[in-house]
């Protein structure tokens, strides 16, 4: 019998390029299509990135990335466009209605690209 | 996986569902409900009638509501109902029915009773071949009933047993206070009076009570008390009381102990419960049950406020006691009286009539020490500081002390945000005084700022954009705001921008302000697609241009719709699509129609003079011009217009934000109307006069309005706020008091100057046209989630799976 090294499984993550920095308006969403997951990404004002699925959980509407992106108590939001309930986008809390939490995904600037992980 | 299933789907069931999910409850819920319609506010059901309001609650995610289902058996041995659906854990909430007295007669058409929306919309058409009506009974719901009748233009009497009305809530004095409020109202009241027969063939006549003789009346309704709808437990072998009732414990276990109760149905310590406060308890206390809590119900407070015929009546605590202090006055028709102990320390409760000032704060203090004189408390008892145990919100049972964490914990800012903490406030409504005195006590400043962002309401900012020349919202948030800015106050100041400078509304950094109807300059629809509405002024249309739409409506397979705005929705078009759209539309001639901005929608008009026979003015050209004028003028809220021939008012005018009614001598201009949720006549501003003088004086009013208004405030409702109402108005902007009217006219004309069409403008500027996208990486692909259906040969959103948690 012979024995295979022991490794443990790291889950790297699989970054996507989704489009150049500059394509993103400041506060304003876009929505990435990455293996058939919609992802919706955000650049604030401060130049921070977000990503963060784009279903709206309360209306089944895949429309988060075409909210008003703000801030709560110093937090960043996006606030859906259908029913307006607001959403962390660090954390993917419904702020309205704790305990709703939206997926949020790694996302990073590579040479003026931003990607996303969805891994 | 536990299997909750609940039957009935009133108040009761609503909240229970609300809580299990809330709450993380992971078994299944479903509801079977008889009525034809998911759950709706009971105690609001008279404002169906009276505004049309729309009473359904919130759909609870995650949760299987089955409608015009009645369960007619349980088998609990077998944990079915219905003979297959099966449960782990049934919970009854079946409410109650309406007690109908056995007279002769009762089965007449034209009898009602006064519990659902069925029943009032059948009381609706009844009434309208009826010129009188009775109710029979005297009590809250009674007197509800008759003042409906009366709204729709009854002749109303009520017919009371007890010698006065409302014998459950108030004493004698305060029921004779009320009668005579009542009756000043002109409806016909006829206390100690039980009825004999309703008389009628087929249809009701009328109602012969013992000693008033006969009633003339072609609508009865019956209000004589309910009764707990306990058939399904009964048959079930359930315990039920002597009276009715299903018989529960403090757990609201019935007598199966996987079998549940709750609400106006279930029976506990000897009380049926006929208040909606208690039945959110006792759903509260059974969902924390099924989730394995131990939560109790131990009785609730019965007290009441409600404001009938627009007679306040509040009763809390007892309703009698050692001593008593009233107070009357029957001129004004105020009766209060406080009932203390013996050794007048203690408050034991009180009756209002006329005025319940008293009771939000009174009614904390029952069983304890009276924190004042009690002349004093009936007077001014707002002056009284709460203590922490007080109980603030009784529908929702929140103390103060609960408030007050909220507060604190959560930095809150304002009523709403103790609503969502708290749920204190969300449900009758009568304890949101008491909310704000407690934010004020704890230090928060609820002024009439916007959001947590601004401090200012929207006039204010209005003034600081236009005095300080301020033209982006950073500069505006930096120098006069915090953070950066929400859903509520970016709009707002996207609307103060376009209003002053009106520049493309997709231009640079106010891009990001608008909401996404804005942003894309089309409606989003309920399945994330959008709808198109091109501007057809005063509803004038040429065939070409009919022809124009109906084949862009066909080459994109849109849902096309004639609105109530006497134009032409087209619907289900996806981001990607509405540039190509709008191309054949604008390259035909047409223009954004603003559907999806807070700005002029539509002056619709009547074909006036040039075809109708009574027309004495030519309405159609002037709705056109009006509509030209005004388009694209951003605004608090949106505005509508009608202009109508003559009198008849076919293009219902009254019901605008301003309204032209046509005269023999030129025009008659009202302003402040609204259909809506809240519908209101419009005024008349201004009479025959000439269209230059129209104009203006619409010019000024518009701008007017703009410059002061709050945000989302329709034109109807700022001016029933605005100090000196009508005349004031006129003075401003007729007479020029305030001397602003050189510069509301300076404005509008600027706007006419430089009105441009968005979507035109849109279509020329690659910059812009680059966020109809799907996806960034993607352009090319569409949102695969969208799907349709065919309804009528026209397409349909398919439903949306709403995630559940
Ligand atoms: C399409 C239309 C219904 C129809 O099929 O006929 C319609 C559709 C909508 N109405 Fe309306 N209203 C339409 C005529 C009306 C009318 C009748 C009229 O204008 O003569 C009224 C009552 C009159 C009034 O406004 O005073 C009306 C009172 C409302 C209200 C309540 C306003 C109020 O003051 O209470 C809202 C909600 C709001 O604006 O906050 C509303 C909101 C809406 C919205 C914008 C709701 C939304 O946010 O999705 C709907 C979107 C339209 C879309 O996606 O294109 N709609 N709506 C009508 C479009 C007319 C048009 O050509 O522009
Ligand atoms: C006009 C009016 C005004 C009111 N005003 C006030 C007020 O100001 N303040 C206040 O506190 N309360 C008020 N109430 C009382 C309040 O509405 C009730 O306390 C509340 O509705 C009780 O809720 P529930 O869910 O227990 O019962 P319900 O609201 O009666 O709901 C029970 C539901 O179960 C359904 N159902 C019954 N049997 C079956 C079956 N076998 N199968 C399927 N479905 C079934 C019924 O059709 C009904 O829809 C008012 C009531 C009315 C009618
Ligand atoms: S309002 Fe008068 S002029 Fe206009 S269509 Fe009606 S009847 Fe004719
Ligand atoms: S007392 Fe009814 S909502 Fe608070």
């Not at chain 1, 299509?33 to 895949?62: C, K, M, W």
């Not at chain 2, 009898?111 to 009826?130: F, G, M």
């Not at chain 2, 400043?445 to 301020?470: M, N, P, W």
Request: proline letters at 5%; aromatic letters at 6%; a negative charge.
């Amino acid at each position: 019998m012979t024995m295979t090294p022991l490794r443990t499984p790291v889950l790297e993550p699989v970054w996507e390029a989704v489009c150049p920095l500059t394509d993103l308006l400041p506060e304003r969403g876009a929505c990435a299509l990455i293996g058939g997951e919609q992802v919706a990404v955000f650049r604030t004002h401060d130049g921070s990135l977000y990503a963060i699925g784009n279903q709206d959980p309360f209306s089944g509407a895949y429309i988060l990335s075409r909210g008003i992106v703000g801030t709560r108590n110093g937090e960043p939001t996006v606030a859906s466009p259908m029913h307006k309930q607001v959403f962390s986008l660090t954390s993917g809390a419904c702020l309205d209605d704790p305990g709703t939490v939206i997926p949020t995904f790694p996302i990073r600037v590579t040479m003026g690209m931003v990607e996303v992980s969805v891994k | 996986m536990t299997r909750v299933l609940i039957v009935g789907n009133g108040p009761s069931a609503h909240r229970l569902a609300e809580t299990l999910t809330s709450r993380g409850f992971t078994g299944s819920v479903t509801i079977l409900g008889e009525e034809p319609r998911g759950a709706y506010d009971r105690v609001a059901l008279t404002t169906h009638l009276t505004e049309g309001r729309d009473l359904a609650y919130p759909d609870v995610p995650g949760v299987t509501t089955v409608i015009g289902t009645r369960v007619v058996s349980i088998e609990p041995a077998a944990k079915t109902v219905n003979g297959s659906i099966p449960y782990d854990v049934l919970v009854l909430a079946t409410g109650s029915a309406p007690f109908v007295p056995p007279v002769p007669g009762r089965d007449l058409d034209g009898c009602h009773v006064y519990r659902t929306i069925d029943d009032l919309d059948a009381i609706r058409a009844s009434a309208a071949t009826a010129t009188a009506g009775v109710v029979v009974g005297g009590g809250l719901l009674g007197l509800e009933a008759a003042d409906a009748l009366r709204g729709l233009g009854l002749e109303t009497h009520i017919v009371e047993m007890s010698p006065w009305l409302m014998p459950r809530q108030v004493d004698e004095g305060g029921g004779a206070v009320l009668k005579k409020h009542v009756e000043s109202l002109g409806l016909t009241v006829h206390v100690k009076s039980g009825v004999t027969r309703i008389e009628g063939e087929g249809r009701v006549t009328g109602l012969l009570t013992p000693d008033a003789g006969v009633i003339d009346a072609q609508v009865v309704v019956f209000s004589a008390g309910i009764r707990p709808r306990d058939e399904l437990a009964r048959g079930a072998g359930l315990q039920v009381g002597e009276r009715g009732g299903i018989v529960v414990d403090d757990g609201m276990r019935t007598s199966d102990p996987s079998i549940l109760a709750i609400g106006e149905c279930a029976l506990h310590d000897g009380q049926i419960y006929g208040l909606v406060a208690p039945c959110m308890t006792m759903a509260e206390v059974a969902a924390d049950r099924i989730m394995g809590g131990t939560a109790a119900f131990t009785g609730a407070d019965l007290s009441t406020k409600l404001k009938l015929l627009g007679v306040e009546v509040a009763q809390f605590g007892a309703m009698a006691g050692a001593l008593d202090v009233t107070y009357l006055d029957p001129v004004a028709g105020v009766y209060k009286k406080l009932f203390v102990s013996d050794d007048a320390s203690t408050l034991l409760g009180g009756i209002c009539v006329g005025d319940a000032s008293p009771y939000a704060t009174l009614r904390s203090f029952v069983g304890a020490e009276l924190p004042a004189a009690p002349s004093d408390l009936l007077f001014s008892p707002t002056a009284v500081e709460l203590p922490g145990d007080a109980p603030v919100c009784s529908c929702n049972n929140v103390t103060k002390n609960d408030v007050t964490a909220a507060i604190k914990e959560n930095d809150l800012t304002d009523v709403a945000g103790v609503k969502a903490c708290t749920r204190a406030g969300t449900t009758c409504g009568s304890c949101l005084p008491l909310l704000k005195k407690i934010l004020t006590e704890s230090g928060v400043d609820t002024g009439t700022g916007l959001c947590e962002h601004f401090a200012h309401s929207r006039a204010e900012l209005f003034t600081i954009v236009q005095v300080r020349g301020i033209t982006t919202f950073t500069q505006l948030i930096d120098e006069h705001g915090t953070g950066r800015g929400c859903d509520i106050c970016k709009p707002v100041v996207a609307s103060i921008l376009a209003s002053l400078h009106n520049g493309h509304v997709l231009e640079g950094e106010q891009a990001a302000l608008q909401d996404t109807n804005d942003h894309f300059l089309a409606n989003l629809q309920k399945n994330g697609t959008y709808s198109i509405v091109p501007r057809i002024p005063g509803g004038e249309i040429t065939p070409e241009k009919l022809i124009v739409i109906g084949e862009v409506a066909r080459d994109f397979g849109l849902y096309t719709k004639i609105t109530g705005g006497q134009r032409i929705d087209l619907f289900g078009a996806r981001v990607e699509e509405l540039p190509r759209i709008w191309r054949r539309l604008v390259d035909a001639g047409f223009e954004s129609g603003h559907a999806y901005g807070k700005a002029l929608r539509t002056v619709k008009s009547c074909v006036g003079s040039t075809w109708c026979r009574y027309g004495v003015q030519d309405s159609v050209t002037l709705a056109i011009d009006l509509e030209l004028r005004y388009r694209g003028l951003r605004s608090p809220h949106k505005l509508k217009s009608a202009v109508s021939g003559c009198a008849r008012e076919c293009a219902e005018a009254r019901s605008k934000d301003f309204g032209i009614i046509a005269t023999e001598k030129g025009w008659n201009l009202y302003v402040g109307g609204n259909g809506g949720f809240t519908p209101r006549h419009a005024d008349l501003l201004v009479q025959d006069v000439d269209t230059a003088t129209l104009i203006r004086t619409i010019d000024r009013f518009l701008m007017f309005y703009i410059r002061t208004a709050d945000r989302l405030q329709r034109t109807a409702a700022w001016l029933e706020n605005l100090d000196g109402g009508l005349d004031r108005l006129r003075q401003i902007i007729v007479d020029d008091a305030l001397g602003i009217c050189a510069d509301l006219d300076a404005q509008m004309a600027a706007h006419v100057a430089t009105y441009a069409d968005e979507w035109r403008a849109t279509l020329d500027d690659p910059v812009k046209l680059r966020r109809f996208v799907s996806f960034v990486n993607a352009p090319g692909t569409p949102d695969p989630s969208i799907a349709f259906t065919t309804e009528r040969d026209q397409i349909k959103p398919e439903i949306l799976q709403v995630m559940s948690r």
